[in-house]
C-alpha cells in the first residue's frame, strides 16, 4: 500500500534555530518522487523542494533541504535558520510512476520570537 | 501570469443539491487533479486525468465525478452532496512525462452541505 506517515502533528522552533520535519514513505514502486509543500495560515499550497528516487545527492533549495534516506524510506525535511514567515503546516507527498499522489497529514510548524 | 483557478472559492449547499466545482488552467497541463482536505487527514486525492477523455479514481472517489473534455478545464461535480463532503478542496496540475513534475494548486474552494 502506498503511504506517506508524517508523525509530528506540531512543532516549535526558536527563530533562527534549524528545524527538521519527518516524513516516511511506503512503497513497492521503484520510481516516485518526494515533494514538500508548504500551507500558511492563508490555504494556498506552497512547493518546496522535490527529490526523484533515483537521485543520489539530497536536494537542497535555499534554506530548505531533503535528507533523503532510501534504505530507511524517509523524506525528512530541514529548515535552516527558521523565520516567523515559516510558520505553517507542512505537507510531505509522494507521487508515484502512476501519477497518483498521496499526502500526509501534516506538520505544524511555529517558529518562536 | 500561469495559475490554475476555482471556482466557487466558498460554497455552502444543501444536502442533494447538484453542484460543479470548476478548474481551469492556463499552463498547458495535461496532468490535472484533485484533492480534499480534512482536519488530521492531510490531503486525499479523489480523481486525476492524464489528458483529455482520460480520468483515473485516486483514493476517495465516491460520491465525485468529473469530466476532462478541454485540457484547460477539470471540473469536479457533486452530483447529491452529503454532509461529508464538507472539506476544502483544491485542483492541482502539471506536466507529465516523470516524477519530477510539481503540482501546481489552486486556492482552494471550501465547501459546507448542510
Known amino acids: 500500500a502506498q503511504k506517506i506517515t508524517q508523525t509530528q502533528p506540531g512543532m516549535f522552533v526558536q527563530e533562527k534555530e534549524a528545524v527538521t520535519l519527518d516524513c516516511t514513505y511506503d512503497?513497492?514502486?521503484?520510481?516516485?518522487?518526494l515533494f514538500w509543500y508548504k500551507q500558511p495560515s492563508s490555504g494556498e499550497m506552497i512547493f518546496l523542494i522535490y527529490q526523484g528516487s533515483y537521485d543520489q545527492q539530497n536536494a537542497t533549495e535555499g534554506r530548505y533541504s531533503l535528507n533523503f534516506q532510501k534504505a530507511r524510506k524517509s523524506a525528512n525535511l530541514v529548515i535552516s535558520a527558521s523565520q516567523l514567515g515559516d510558520s505553517a503546516m507542512y505537507f510531505c507527498a509522494m507521487r508515484t510512476s502512476g501519477n497518483q499522489f498521496y499526502f500526509g497529514t501534516g506538520t505544524s510548524l511555529t517558529v518562536i520570537p | 501570469e500561469a495559475q490554475v483557478t476555482q471556482n466557487p472559492r466558498y460554497l455552502i449547499t444543501v444536502t442533494g443539491k447538484k453542484l460543479t466545482v470548476t478548474c481551469s488552467q492556463n499552463?498547458?497541463?495535461?496532468?490535472m487533479s484533485w484533492y480534499r482536505q480534512d482536519p488530521g487527514l492531510g490531503l486525499r486525492q479523489i480523481y486525476y486525468?492524464?489528458?483529455?477523455?482520460?480520468?483515473d479514481k485516486g483514493d476517495v472517489p465516491e460520491g465525485y465525478k468529473v469530466s476532462r473534455k478541454e485540457k484547460r478545464n477539470f471540473p469536479l461535480i457533486l452530483e447529491s452532496p452529503s454532509p461529508n463532503q464538507t472539506s476544502l478542496y483544491f485542483c492541482?496540475?502539471?506536466?507529465?512525462?516523470?516524477?519530477?513534475?510539481?503540482?501546481?494548486f489552486g486556492a482552494g474552494s471550501r465547501l459546507t452541505v448542510l
Open positions: 512503497t513497492s514502486d521503484p520510481s516516485y518522487g
Open positions: 486525468s492524464m489528458n483529455v477523455e482520460v480520468t
Open positions: 499552463m498547458n497541463h495535461e496532468y
Open positions: 492541482a496540475s502539471s506536466l507529465t512525462g516523470g516524477n519530477a513534475n510539481v503540482l501546481t
